[in-house]
DNA sequence: GGCTCGGCTGAATACATCAG
DNA sequence: CTGATGTATTCAGCCGAGCC
């Protein structure tokens, strides 16, 4: 009974295992409390120490543990749950979020299903200790579970209590079928950590430590992630001719004209290229008065758009990746081909949908984000959606990528489509000569081929 | 076999402490 | 003062030894 799927660097067979207790468990469990982290609407612990109870480990939901990185409650609650014959340990927490109708509610938001253990040696400040591990699930504060009103009607002031069979199968009734968000938390809990200097993260690695899970079991350091390709710049329909691309491979970023009331005052012709000379070089006559509306733009870094994107937008999380293509055309040499060419991309920091936003918070952003041609714009910008990039994870290329080759139609007419090399590599297919809709690069292999034709 | 009692365990709670 | 934590204490329930 004792001693199954646990994991220790030292010899098993200590007595400090027996009685830990992983197979025949029963159908009931106890509550473990955490602190949520007030700058997030989602359930996570505090990474950010806005409790000032210390940088938060715990729940580590990454590897689905309890107790992993620091001991909470330790000898009251989890070595008695370790050593008991229960299954779950339920994971409620103080709601923080002003808005939220469970605000200053303790509400059950998940649970470990227990299957094994964990030992970790003292390092530090850090005391030895055993941890709960097991499949973890996480859910919304909407879906959460208050404590204090029936069927649990427990009190509002429990630190630990045990859960019965009824009760366990009332909590687990409720969840069943809600969706699970632990790789929601996971991002989210990336994300906050980012604020905390090196020594305050809340994983070990990045603490500069080693962790027996990156490589395996840890979802922070296992995300999947994807990328979105989306076509920008001036194209045929959208001023008649195509960017420039030299001979060496360089290239111009020429954005489409702002055909909207805006505060730009930058034309074709008061903005000057890469390669010295005014974009409105490259352009018919007509145009050089044109202002720009400059999007994507590499300084904040960011892109908007209005609400036709919006749903593929949303797709993207923290640290996937925007893609952005433009048709180029062989300027002063026939050395290459016209088509398109991957010229940029962010590493998505943020996706903000102004719609989400207060008129309080939407005026925050927009000052902080007013390089963005869509928030130039006079009229409102209430349905907005901006995706930012990480500085220096996002860039313009210097040397353009083709990645498509020309195509005949049934009507005999040509059209740009996928190459059948970026095909094979990147897994999209088809015509890209419209932005719409826009392609996903996901699975593994693809996106790792795509990081190498980055160079990333 | 059945009953008593004492010791052990673990859940609940009281206490001390600390920080906003 | 409030709310949270770690630790100490209490107390109820369980189990087993020992006795009739």
């Known amino acids: 009974m004792a001693g199954m799927a646990v994991y220790d660097p030292r010899k098993e067979g200590e007595d400090r295992f027996e009685g830990f207790t992983f197979s025949s468990l029963e159908e009931k469990g106890r509550l473990q409390y955490f602190f949520h982290c007030p700058a997030s609407k ?61 605000y200053k509610r303790k509400v059950i938001v998940g649970y470990i299903e227990k299957s094994g253990s964990v030992y970790s040696p003292s390092a530090g400040e850090r005391p030895d200790r055993y941890a709960v591990k097991g499949d973890v699930r996480i859910y919304s504060f909407d879906d959460a579970i208050p404590i204090d009103e029936p069927p649990l009607n427990y009190s509002r002031y429990t630190r630990t209590h045990l859960v019965c069979e009824d009760d366990t199968r009332a909590i687990l009734g409720r969840f069943s079928g809600r969706k699970d968000i632990t790789e ?37 350091w296992n995300l999947p992630r994807k990328a979105m390709l989306l076509r920008v710049g001036i194209d045929k329909g959208n001023g008649g001719v195509l960017a420039p691309l030299f001979e060496n491979g360089s290239f111009e970023y020429i954005p489409i004209p702002e055909t909207e009331e805006s505060a ?53 999380n923290h640290g996937d ?27 998505v920091d943020e996706v903000v949908d102004f719609s989400d936003l207060t008129p309080k918070e939407r005026k925050v952003r927009a000052v902080r984000l007013s390089n963005n041609a869509h928030l130039r714009r006079t009229e409102s910008n209430d349905e907005t959606i901006i995706v930012t990039g990480k500085p220096g994870l996002s860039r313009l ?12 139609a049934k009507n005999g007419r040509m059209y740009h489509a996928v190459s059948e090399e970026i095909e094979n590599r990147l897994g999209i297919s088809g015509s890209i000569q419209r932005c719409m809709p826009p392609r996903f690069v996901e699975g593994k292999e693809s996106f790792e081929n795509l990081l190498r034709m980055l160079n990333l």
């Open 321 to 347: 990746l925007l893609v952005f293509y433009a048709g180029l055309t062989p300027y002063g040499h026939t050395g290459a081909q016209e088509g398109l060419y991957i010229i940029g991309y962010f590493t």
């Open 184 to 220: 929601a938390c996971v991002r989210e809990i990336q994300r906050l950590d980012e604020q905390n200097p090196k020594a305050s993260k809340t994983c070990r690695v990045l603490r500069g430590q080693d962790c027996p899970f990156q490589r395996t079991e840890c979802r922070r």
């Open 397 to 408: 290329l210097d040397r353009a990528i083709l990645i498509s080759a020309p195509r005949q």
């Open 264 to 316: 730009e005052e930058r034309t074709y012709e008061t903005t000057i290229g890469r390669n010295g000379v005014p974009l409105s070089n490259y352009l018919p006559k007509r145009m050089s008065q044109m202002k720009l509306h400059f999007d994507p733009e590499f300084e904040t870094p960011s892109y908007g758009d209005m609400p036709s994107k919006k749903a593929y937008l949303k797709k993207l």
């Open 42 to 102: 989602l359930p996570v612990r505090d990474v950010l120490n806005l409790h000032r109870q210390g940088n938060k480990t715990e729940p580590h939901i990454e590897i689905g543990a309890e107790n992993y990185q620091n001991r909470c409650y330790y000898p009251n609650n989890i070595l008695p749950h370790l050593k008991s014959a229960e299954r779950y340990l339920f994971l409620f927490t103080m709601c923080e979020d002003p808005i939220h109708r469970y």
